[in-house]
Structure formats: C-alpha cells, structure tokens
C-alpha cells in the first residue's frame, strides 16, 4: 500500500482546530520565540538549584555588597576559567574588614561542582550544581550579579526566586480560571438574570482599586502563618480580582457559540447540557482561553511582585522577585550598589513573552476577532 | 438616555455598598479588635488597662454588639463625617489624612488626563502613518509601558536622576511650600511637580491605549464611510479627525472606563518609591500597624472617589455615542 | 425591448472625462498584482455610460482610480485620466498629488460618487444633513445657514418626504432606500458634472431598485450630468445606458451604443453574458445558461487573451498566445480576432 501524500489543500482540509490555531501561531515569529523563552524560564525555575551557585539563604557579612564578577574564560592565552578570590583588607578610617575581589588569587571554575546540598526535583538529595569554583575558602564563590547586603549570592536568589515568582502566577491564573470559566460560562449559557447579576457583580469588582484592597487583605494575615500559607493567602487575593477578565472572555464566547447550528444541532440530537459544554463547546474556545490566559500570568505576576516589594506580600525567608527588589528600595544604597536592581531584567522579560505570547495565541485562535 | 444614566448611578451606589461592606471586612479581619490592639499599643507604652476599662471602651464602641450592628453604627458615623480616632496618631482619622487623599486624587486626574492627551493623538499618528519612524518610536514606547511595572519605572528614574542628575526624584512639593498652607504658590508648585510622578503612572495605560487606538483607526480606516468622506473633497486632515477617529474614540473610551481604578492603585505604590505625601504611605504604616479605623476609612474612601471617577467617565462615553444617547442602547 | 430615451445626440455632448489607457497595480510583497490592463473610457455630458462585467473585473476599482481614491498598495502605474479634455482647462488627474487641494477640488466639485453599500457608505456618528452640508461648504463660500436651506431643497429633489425634518437624521433612523438617496444627494451636493454610481442598486431590493434608477435618470437628464454607470446587472444597463462597456479581467473587451450591444453583441463574452440572463420566455426545464469555468486572480492572468480560458470561439494557436488588438477610443468595437475585421466605428469623434 502506498502512502499517501497529501496536498497542501488536503492538509489544510483534514486539519482540527488545535492544528490549524498552531500552524497560524507558528508564523508570528515573535510569539514563537516568547514560547521559547517562557519554557526556558520554567525549566529554570524546576532545575533552580541546580542552576545556582550559591546557597541563596546562606548569609555571610564578609561577602557584603560584592560587585557582579565575570568569570574570565582564559589565563595568559590558556583556556582556564576564573574568578577572583576575595582578599579582606582593613579600611583606614573605619578598621572594619572589608573584602575585595583580589585578582592575584586566581580559582578555577568548572561544570557540575559539588555546592550546597537540596533535592533535586524535590526528591532526589544531590549537592551538584552547574558551575561553581572548584575549592576556595569560605568566603569565595562565583558571584555573578554581586551579593546583596547580607553577603547572599544575587544571581543564586534571582534563579530560586524564578521558581516562586512564575508558580505564584501560575497557582494565581489556575484560581481565577476556575471562578472566571464558571461564572462566565453560567452568565454566557444561561443568559437573562443571572447574566444580568453576574455581570453586575464583575463590574463593581473592577471598579474597586485593587492595591489598597489587596494591602488590607494580606495586612490582615497573621503574622504566625507559614511561607506556605502566606503563599496560597497571596494566590488566593490576587486571583479574586483577574477573574473578570476570563469571565468575560468565556461569557462572550459562549454568548457566541450558544446560536452556533452545531450546539443546536447537538441539542436537537438529544445530547445533555454537560456533554454539549465539554464536548461540542470547550473546544471552540479553548484557544481563547489559553490566549486569555497567557495575558492574565503577567498580571499575576507583577501583582505578587509589587505586594512582596511593598513587604505585605510573600516574607522572608522566601524568595521572590518582589523581595529580591525590596532591597532596593533605597536610592542610596541602590547607588553604592545598582546590580541589587537585577531581579528588574526577568520580570521585564517574562511580563514581554508572556504578553507577545498571549497576543500571538489570540491571533492565532481567532484572526478575525 | 436618562435609563443609560439612572443605570449607571444605582450601579455606582451599589459599588459604593460593596466597598463599605469589604473594607468594613477588612477592619475586623486581624484578629482581636479595636480595644486589643489599643491595648497591645499602650502596653509597649508602658501603661495598662483594667479588665472593667477594657469592657467599658467595648460597650462605647459597640464592640460587644453582633457584627451586622457595628457595621450599621460604623456606616450611620461615616455618613455623619465621623470616620473614628487614628491609634497611632491619636488623632481623628480625618486630621491625619489631611490633604494625602485630594493628593491622591490629584496625582491619579493628572496621569487620568496626560494617559487620554497622550494616547489619542499618538495613537491616531501611528494608525495614518503606518509604518513611519513616528510609528515605530509609538510602538516601542508601547513595550516599554507594557513591559514595565509602574513602580519599576519610579524606581529606576529615581536610581538615574539619582546617580547621574544627583536629584532626588520625588516628592510633591518643594520643602517649603511642604507644610505651608494652601496658597496660590503653593498650587503651582504643585502643578510643577505633578507631571513625573503622574507620567510615570501614567506609561502603562498610555501604551495600552496606543496600542488600542491604532488597532482600531487601522480597523476602520479601511471602511467605505472613509471613502465617501475623502470623495466629498474634503481635506485628508479633516476627513481622517471627523470620521474614523471618532468610530475609533468608542472602543478607547471603554478601554478608559476603567483606567481610573488602575491608576489610583498604582499611584499608592509608586508614591510610596517616590515619596508622595499621598495617601499610599500613610495606607502602609497604617495596615503594618494594624490601625484599623484609619486603614479602613483610607480604603473606603479611595474606592468611593474611585467609583465617582469611573462614573464621570462613563457619562463622557455616553455623551461621544449617539447611537446609546438615542436609543438607550450601543 | 427596452425602450431607448430620448437621449443627448453624440457629435453635440460635450465631452467630460476621457481615461486612457489606465493602468493600476497593487503592490504586495508576493509581487505586484495588476488590476487593471489599459482601461479607456469617455464620458460626454448627458449621456450614460454602462460599465459591467462580473466581480473582480475592476469596475469599482476604474471609478476609484478616476477620482484617486485607491489605498496604498495600489497604485497607477500609468495613463492618464483627463478632465475637460481638449480645453484650455485640461487636467491629467492621475498625475495630481492625491492629497493635494487641485485633486480635492475635483472631488464632489467636478466628479461625485454613489456608493454601492448604503448601510456602510454614511458614517453613523453625524446627521445626514452635517455630512450633506459639509460636503456642500467644501466647494464654495456658503453659511452654514445656507447650506442647509440648500440642503433640504436637494433631499426633496432626490425624493425624500419630510425633507425638514429628516435632515437632522441620523443614517441608521433611515431605511436602505432613503439612505441611497441621501447618498444621491451627497454625490450632487456641491454640483458636479460628472457622476459615478459604483452598483448604487445592487444592495437593494427590485422595487426601491426602480425607484432609484429612476430618480437618477430624472436627474441625470434634469442637470445633464455625465454617469457612469457601474452595474453587474444587465437589466441595469438595458433600462439606463446610452454607451456600454464590457469589462473583463481588467481591460474594456467591448464597447458600444446599448442597443448595438444587445442587439449584435461582437465579443464571446458579451455573448455569453447576455445568454445566461435568465429569460422569462424560455422553455420550461431549458437549462439556465452559464459561462464555464471562474474568473482568473488578476495575478495569474492568461497569456494572450485574457478571456481565451473560457471563451467558447477560441481560436487555437492564436488566442492563447497573442492579445487581441484594443479598441481604438470613442469608437464601437470590440477586443477580440473575431470581430476585428468586423469592427465598423458607428460614430464619429466627438469633438469639443
């Protein structure tokens, strides 16, 4: 039996939705290299530690307000990479030990080093990690965006914040998914009344300034609760307000679908309400919903960052971009020592992707909306 | 036409409710009530309350009552202007906002006005001349607005003009006119120092609405109304600016609908980077120190102002579409 | 048989517009796509001319370049549309600057448009009598005050009822009929000359159909204007024009006075096209005439005659190969092997 080739036209005939809404989305090359770029940082955020340097919580004054070193990747033509050790040196007018990279001091750096111990995953115990020196004192290391006041590896924090920061959004966009598919999917099928009542009840919540009203809400968590508990309170208030915005997204899609001939024809075949919803419905719009999605992760995120920035939002000893940018809130230290600014480069670029990417996915689900 | 208008006060009204009910919420939420922390206050003071104090101040709060009482007595005193004592400041709620909400407000109108004076017109340039260098420049004004968090931007201004320009970048007022009382100098002071903060406030929306607008002129520039328009002579200036500018202004004003919540909530944070005497500060300490009366009235009146803002500019959409101006209805 | 009105004799009209030779491209990156192939016309003073032809022909996209309405990526590539030819006062209005204040003088002052979508053509956002009246004060010195007075005397004329009343109208208060007309009413508003009806018809149904071809016979003949007339409809151009063209794939395969054209048609396609108009007296169960096969996409145009594909007399070797010579200006013919030994001119220049 011969295999059949398809034409272009067969293909284009034979495609589902789901194809058809990829092979568009492919061609917005913007949107395709954000795709990239956000499951770079999801792989980051799941290999964290293995990707840090340093013990993100290990705190040692010594090491305080290190600028970011480079490694350097030859010594005297040789392919040899280097970082400079730290040298303490007693400054004149205050007699305090300050340390300084000293460039004499030359330490090698290699790939899968033995660092910190964590588990791996969250389960298997390892103390490898991807690049670090291969001995040194104590206070040596590899600090590639510079250490913070206490001495902690910025660039180690940053990677272990990626994790929080973008599960935060995720944990936040699932919540709101669920309220915003549910309310809007009730409003959009069943019309008349509780239509009526539930698009009220969406537009007096996004007449509410969000900000004072999250404030007062994380203010009021207890300050006994756990990192865990102040984490899933956070996701929980930061969800309460995006959900509009997917049930308004669901509403109207389902508004539209309701007089499609194919959900009628489904009706007039007998079919119940659950089975023409998931069956014959959810598909239609399940791009809407990804793209509407993709649209809102940002939100979260930036919504997680200000409140932890604000401090009502995560605590210490977690770590989020938010925290990471607490400290530096002020100016005059952040002069002495601008890479605390660092944790500013990913939320620009993770709210950037996830904006082109969910621009991207709404063109491609629907051209013409 | 007066449907369209009747509707949108009740809704206004009930918002209103529902905010007084949340913050009320959030005033009882900590655990413990109003007496317990003014006593946990006063004991850091060093000074204590009896039991039968303790009970007496209750029974004048109305804390003893059941909640639904406390809130009906809370809201008969807000609707009278009595919004209770700051614990901190020991000092009626009202004298310690002072002028910080009017500030808010300000500072919000003002980003309010530079988002709308800034979008339209850029936004109607970048859509009738697609693809020139002012397109471009609009459009990448419109990812940094995007990509950048407001309190980010106030953030990194204040590292910039603090490094290079040695400015603090911040502030209302210069110090003299900071305490002074309200004077014509000090107005225009004011006016002086508005524009950073409001700009800054303002990035977001502003690229957001660019962006809208010039989807939708590109949209219906290519209708045949345009056509007829251009065919009747008339210059491409006028016929552009009359036509679909003004079919584009209905979906930017229901995008602005709710520009104005967005942008007293960003006020508080980016005040609080850039050291606004606005209320966003004074809303910090008060919740970290958990004094309720003042944390609460803040809110509640935030969002009442808020609601009335989003209200006058529903009403200037209604007023720009005819099509709901006589038929009730877009 | 259609009745033949009494109509401006040739040789005395003056002649309005003449558009030679036009050719429109539209430029996208795949490469540039022509629209139209050489496209010449005259229009005289009282006097209709027919244009049809199926859809994508470029009838819409002629009255567009007339009057330099084309968006970017089109463009002329070349010819020459004149204005007043062989006056002192001639202008070549494919060679103005389309934005400039010489092209939005002849716009509504010399040349005005009938939209074909009424429901579309009037913006929703201003009274009928704001759009009117604008397009009035466009080309001359009037008041508002005026203007409008002018304004309700033009909506009597083109037949509206309550003409007072309905000038503070809002489009969509309006039904499809009276929006054409108050589409009528605009293309007059400042009193041009020249007319073109880009399928003014098409979006209505049979009886207001009537009605407006009426009305625009009654003014046309009233004001002596010259009309183009742009029409897929045969029965159309049977009941208004004077002068037909048949346009195909971007080029006037035939010209010629309406009842010539009906009576002898020359080219195969004007042939086919009158054969598939559905015939009240046919023979029952007789099989609905159609023209095989669909028009090209301009961008794959045939070699040699653009019709040669689906032409029922091609003559092979010669059709697909070599295009057919064009028809000389102002003079019956058609474009086409078959009738060019045949081609008589059946009238003389006309002369200004």
């Known amino acids: 039996m011969t295999a059949i080739v398809l034409s272009n036209d067969d293909r284009l005939a034979q495609a589902t939705q789901l194809q058809l809404t990829w ?90 080093v033995h660092g910190y111990p964590y588990n791996l995953f969250g389960l298997i115990p390892t103390d490898r990690h991807l690049v670090g020196i291969v001995d040194g004192q104590g206070v040596d290391g590899v600090f590639l965006l510079g250490t913070d006041q206490l001495g902690r590896d910025l660039f180690s924090r940053l990677i272990v914040a990626t994790r929080i920061s973008l ?18 999917g009730i409003s959009g099928l069943y019309g008349g009344t509780v239509d009526t009542l539930i698009q009220r009840v969406i537009e007096v919540v996004r007449s509410i300034p969000t900000i004072p009203l999250w404030m007062g809400l994380a203010a009021a968590l207890p300050n006994t609760w756990s990192v865990t508990q102040v984490y899933f309170a956070i996701t929980l208030i930061i969800s309460l307000v995006s959900w509009t915005e997917l049930a308004r997204v669901t509403r109207g899609r389902f508004l539209a679908l309701r007089e499609e001939d194919f959900v009628i024809a489904a009706e007039l075949a007998g079919a119940g309400q659950m089975r023409i919803i998931l069956r014959h419905m959810l598909p239609s719009f399940a791009s809407h919903i990804i793209a509407a999605t993709s649209l809102a992760l940002p939100v979260m995120i930036v919504s997680e960052t200000s409140l932890s920035f604000l401090g009502l939002g995560l605590r210490p000893p977690a770590i989020s971009w938010g925290i990471l940018l607490q400290d530096a809130q002020n100016v005059q230290v952040l002069a002495g020592a601008p890479w605390l600014l660092s944790a500013a480069v990913p939320v620009i670029t993770v709210i950037l992707a996830f904006n082109f990417l969910g621009d991207g996915v709404r063109d491609a689900a629907d051209p013409y909306g | 036409m007066l449907n369209y208008v009747a509707r949108r006060l009740v809704l206004a009204l009930i918002t209103c409710a529902a905010i007084s009910v949340l913050t009320f919420i959030i005033i009882r939420l900590p655990p413990g009530d109003f007496v317990d922390a003014y006593i946990a206050n006063l004991a850091v003071g060093g000074s204590t309350v009896s039991a039968d104090q303790a009970a007496a101040m209750r029974r004048e709060y109305g804390l003893d009552r059941p909640l639904v009482v406390q809130y009906g007595l809370w809201m008969g005193k807000v609707v009278a202007g009595d919004f209770g004592v700051s614990m901190m400041w020991k000092r009626p709620v009202t004298e310690v906002i002072g002028d910080r909400l009017w500030l808010t407000m300000a500072v919000s109108f003002a980003a309010l006005l530079l988002t709308w004076l800034i979008a339209l017109p850029i936004g109607i340039y970048s859509a009738a001349r697609q693809y020139s260098i002012g397109d471009y420049i609009a459009t990448t004004l419109g990812f940094i607005g995007l990509a950048i968090p407001n309190f980010l931007l106030a953030l990194i201004l204040m590292y910039l003009g603090f490094r290079y320009l040695g400015l603090s970048v911040g502030g209302l007022f210069t110090p003299e006119y900071a305490q002074a009382a309200w004077s014509w100098g000090k107005f225009w002071d004011l006016m002086v120092h508005l524009p950073l903060p409001a700009m800054v406030l303002a990035l977001a929306g502003t690229a957001q609405l660019i962006r809208i607008m010039r989807a939708n002129l590109l949209d219906e520039l290519r209708k045949p109304y345009v056509v007829t328009a251009r065919a009747k002579g008339i210059s491409e200036f006028r016929a552009v600016l009359k036509y679909p500018v003004r079919a584009a202004l209905n979906p930017f004003a229901s995008s602005s ?54 209200l006058i500019s529903d009403l200037l959409l209604m007023w720009i579409e005819p099509r709901i101006r006589l038929q009730g209805r877009a | 048989m259609p009745q033949i009105p009494m109509v401006e004799p040739v040789n005395s009209a003056r002649h309005a517009l003449s558009v030679r030779d036009l050719v429109v491209d539209f430029v996208q990156d795949t490469g540039a796509v022509r629209a139209l192939d050489g496209v010449s ?33 089109g463009r002329i590539a070349s010819g020459r549309v004149l204005l007043d030819p062989d006056t002192p006062e001639q202008q070549d209005l494919a060679a103005l600057d389309p934005e400039g204040k010489a092209m939005r003088a002849v716009r509504g002052g010399r040349i005005g448009l009938i939209f074909q979508e009424p429901m579309t053509a009037l913006s929703v956002h201003y009274t009928v009598g704001n759009q009117i009246v604008e397009a009035m004060r466009a080309h001359s010195d009037m008041s508002k005050a005026e203007a409008r007075e002018r304004v309700v005397a033009l909506l009597r004329e083109v037949g509206i009822p309550r003409p007072e009343t309905r000038i503070d109208a809002y489009p969509f208060q309006l039904s499809g009929g009276l929006r054409q007309r108050v589409g009528i009413a605009l293309a007059l508003a400042a009193d041009p000359q020249i ?72 080219h195969p396609y004007t042939r086919a096209l009158l054969r598939s108009v559905p015939n009240l007296r046919a023979t029952p169960r007789e099989r609905l005439a159609t023209i095989g096969g669909a028009v090209p996409h301009p961008g794959a145009r045939p070699v040699g005659c653009p019709f040669h594909p689906r032409c029922p007399e091609i003559i092979k070797g010669r059709c697909e190969t070599v295009a057919p010579p064009e028809i000389p200006p102002g003079e ?21």
Request: aromatic share 8%; hydrophobic share 55%.
């Open chain 1, 23 to 112: 092979w568009r989305f492919r061609r917005h090359r913007l949107a395709v290299v954000s795709l990239v770029i956000v499951a770079l940082f999801y792989l980051g955020a799941v290999f964290a530690d293995f990707l840090a340097v340093a013990d993100p919580h290990a705190t040692d004054a010594r090491r305080s307000f290190i600028p970011p070193q480079m490694i350097s990747l030859f010594d005297n033509g040789a392919f040899s990479p280097h970082v400079s050790g730290l040298k303490g040196v007693r400054d004149p007018k205050t007699f305090k030990l300050v340390y300084t990279p000293d460039p004499a001091r030359k330490l090698p750096v290699a790939l899968f």
């Open chain 1, 167 to 184: 599960s935060i959004g995720l944990a936040g966009v699932a919540f709101s998914l669920m309220l915003g598919i549910l309310l809007g």
């Open chain 3, 41 to 73: 016309l005259d229009l005289h003073a009282g006097r209709v001319l027919g244009v049809v032809g199926e859809s994508g022909c470029g009838k819409s996209v002629t009255a567009r370049a007339i009057l330099r309405l084309i968006d970017r990526p």
């Open chain 3, 332 to 352: 019956r013919g058609a474009s086409c092997f078959h009738a060019a030994g045949a081609a008589k001119p059946s009238r003389a220049e006309a002369t200004a």
């Open chain 3, 195 to 266: 007319l073109i009806a880009d399928e003014p018809t098409t979006a209505l149904d049979v009886t207001t159909q009537a009605q407006i071809l009426a009305l625009l016979r009654r003014l046309q003949r009233t004001k002596g204007v010259a009309l183009m007339l742009i029409t897929h409809d045969m029965g159309v151009i049977a009941q208004m024009a004077d002068d037909v063209a048949v346009m195909y794939l971007g080029r006037v395969v035939e010209f010629a006075p309406v009842a010539q054209l009906f009576a002898a048609p020359q």
């Open chain 2, 257 to 310: 609908a709710y520009l104005f919540p967005y942008l007293v909530s960003g006020s508080i944070v980016v005040s609080l980077v850039l050291g606004l005497p606005t209320v966003g500060p004074l809303l910090l300490q008060a919740l970290v120190a958990q004094d309720m009366f003042l944390a609460g009235t803040i809110v509640l009146l935030l969002g009442v102002l808020t609601v009335i803002g989003t």
